[in-house]
């Protein structure tokens, strides 16, 4: 009985520890960025969320990282929060940053909230461009090799049942 | 009489018979032919050249004939490029003259490519012509209509010169070396815009099969070219 009750204390203070750990990033707050990789030059959707218990919903916040990234500084646009704390913006990326991976943070009421998005940087736009129409482009020239090759043994058939016809 | 009748009907079923296998074989020859035709007239394309990954000085030591001032590859003897974008791009070997577009990014982070066919597009967002890394310029292989400004950049071989004139009237001269063509789903993004030593140039265009289902062809020709000298070359 005792053990079985140790054993729910211990349960109990596991549980509690996983909610407290979980209250204590959602406390946090959060951020995203979308889309993860783009181009230099290219603008990437910044959004998430610093919790009004940590920072008064009238302080902005403002996205943080390498200098290469935000130049010159490392310190990126400013948006408002909103009574919930949310807050969004697009950034364009510097046609001067590298190629690489990079972490955005965010900063509210002069200190790091201690969350991080990835954003990937690529050397050059993404994929390959869609440079053609297709007007130069034929389709398959199978169904039309096999078409013609039957109606040349149909008619090799005819022959045949001509020579059968001649026959008296 | 029975004889003459029968004779006749028999006339008349091997005409219908004569008429049937002459009709079906021209029509089977005509369908070979057509079949010939549409699988001998893609876009030209010859994949030639070497790409090589060499540092300038084993390069210059390699390609003593390569008419490469010495003084190309120290940043002091590139070209003073203008500010502004590039106006034109002839390549004299595949009678290619065309005025130049700005090209930048689409909202999913591809590249724009020009609206008007006959007219290829430097990419804005990279380097110059001429300045240090790769500039990009890409044009259409076809419209719908039928061949489009880049149709036979695949039958560019190395040595051509490409120019790029600005409306000043500066001119630079690139010497292309090499040729290829990628998957677009593997399209080698560094390799095409990455950094070089040197101000190189790139010229793009579609090429392989055309997917009829998603609308695009399934591969990029790309061809790599050095700067050689201010000034028309070639």
């Known amino acids: ?168 | 009489m029975s004889i003459s009748r029968n004779r006749g009907r028999l006339t008349r079923s091997t005409l219908l018979l004569d008429v049937a296998i002459v009709g079906l074989s021209l029509a089977g020859l005509a369908a070979l032919a057509f079949s010939r035709l549409a699988a001998d007239s893609p876009p030209p394309l010859r994949v030639s050249g070497a790409l090589l990954a060499t540092s300038p000085s084993t390069r210059s030591a390699q390609s003593p004939r390569l008419k490469l001032p010495l003084g190309a590859l120290r940043p002091a003897a590139w070209p003073r490029v203008p500010r502004g974008a590039p106006a034109t791009l002839t390549i004299s070997a595949i009678d290619v003259h065309t005025g130049l577009v700005r090209l930048g990014l689409n909202p999913d982070g591809t590249l724009e490519v020009p609206a008007d066919f006959s007219v290829a597009g430097w990419y804005e967002l990279g380097p110059r012509p001429g300045e240090q890394g790769a500039a990009v310029i890409v044009g259409h292989v076809d419209s719908r209509e039928g061949p489009a400004v880049f149709y036979r950049l695949g039958a560019v071989t190395p040595g051509a010169f490409v120019s790029i004139t600005w409306a000043n009237g500066s001119e630079v001269s690139f010497r292309v070396y090499a040729v290829r063509e990628y998957a677009k789903a593997a399209f080698p993004t560094s390799l095409v815009y990455g950094e070089t030593p040197a101000p190189e140039l790139r010229l793009v265009t579609c090429g392989g099969r055309f997917d009829r289902q998603t609308g695009h062809y399934v591969d990029n020709v790309v061809v790599f070219a050095r700067y050689v000298g201010d000034g028309r070359h070639g």
Do not use: E, K
């Open chain 1, 1 to 168: 009985m005792r053990r079985l009750f140790a054993v729910a204390l211990l349960g109990g203070v596991a549980a509690a520890a996983v909610l407290a750990g979980a209250a204590s990033a959602a406390q946090n707050g959060s951020i995203s960025v979308s889309p993860s990789t783009v181009p230099a030059g290219g603008t990437v959707h910044i959004s998430g969320s610093v919790s009004v218990q940590g920072c008064p919903p009238s302080d902005s916040a403002t996205v943080v990282g390498n200098a290469a990234l935000f130049p010159p500084d490392g310190f990126g646009p400013s948006a408002a929060r909103d009574s919930q704390g949310d807050f969004s913006l697009d950034y364009t990326v510097p046609t001067s940053t590298p190629a690489g991976s990079y972490d955005v943070g965010v900063r509210c009421g002069g200190g790091n909230v201690g969350i991080a998005a990835t954003l990937t940087v690529s050397a050059g736009p993404l994929g390959g461009p869609a440079t053609g129409a297709g007007g130069t482009a034929h389709g398959s020239s199978t169904p039309w090799a096999v078409a013609g090759a039957g109606c040349l043994l149909l008619a090799s058939v005819l022959v045949a049942r001509r020579r059968l016809a001649r026959r008296p």
